[in-house]
């Protein structure tokens, strides 16, 4: 049987290392004393990555362009 199982680790992290929009499902800061939460907002991540299984995303968050 031949089905698409999705995006493989390398094409996931080519995407997430550019601004994409993102539900806020938790309080984000994007500014000081400008914090969003339950809204669309844009976010990037850099990947850090200190040895497996050692790897994790830091984010950076801005307002989204899209009103």
Not at 33 to 60: H, M, N, V
Request: overall charge positive.
């Amino acid at each position: 049987m031949k089905f698409n199982c999705g995006e493989s680790r390398k094409e996931k992290i080519k995407r997430l290392e550019k601004w994409h929009d993102w539900f806020a499902w938790h309080p984000v800061r994007l500014g000081e004393k400008d914090c969003r939460w339950f809204e669309t907002i844009q976010r990037k991540g850099s990947l850090k990555w200190y040895g497996e299984p050692d790897a994790w995303f830091e984010w950076e968050y801005r307002e989204s362009e899209k009103l």
